[in-house]
Nanobody, 120 residues
Framework: QVQLVESGGGLVQAGGSLRLSCAAS????????MGWYRQAPGKQRELVAV???????NYADSVKGRFTISRDNAKNTVYLQMNSLKPEDTAVYYC??????????????WGQGAQVTVSS
């Protein structure tokens, strides 16, 4: 099928930066939108950023001006550059991708999650 593998999480001090990567592989015909969500302990999963196949970007208000989403279509990879990190950014970050497979089904796939911890 399809899998999304995340990397780049870790521990950083407030004000620091981190870049997450998420690479999709498998029986992929095409990928439409790709995005990042996050979930902090005891909270609902929330949208962080999304990027369409045409390069349009949208961000949660809480991260505008600090985070940048981008994608490399040749590598089926989406990135999240996180700058000026705050303790409230601490969460497990999940990437997703809307994938049309070579079997012609369209499914939203999720990465395994990457822990981002921002210390004060």
């Amino acid at each position: 099928q399809v899998q999304l593998v995340e990397s780049g999480g870790g521990l950083v001090q407030a004000g620091g930066s981190l870049r997450l990567s998420c690479a999709a592989s498998g029986s992929i015909f095409s990928i439409n939108a790709m995005g990042w969500y996050r979930q902090a302990p005891g909270k609902q999963r929330e949208l962080v950023a999304v990027i369409t196949s045409g390069g349009r970007r949208n961000y949660a208000d809480s991260v505008k001006g600090r985070f940048t989403i981008s994608r490399d279509n040749a590598k089926n990879t989406v990135y999240l550059q996180m700058n000026s990190l705050k303790p409230e950014d601490t969460a497990v970050y999940y990437c997703n991708a809307d994938v049309t497979t070579t079997n012609w089904s369209t499914v939203r796939y999720w990465g395994q999650g990457a822990q981002v911890t921002v210390s004060s």
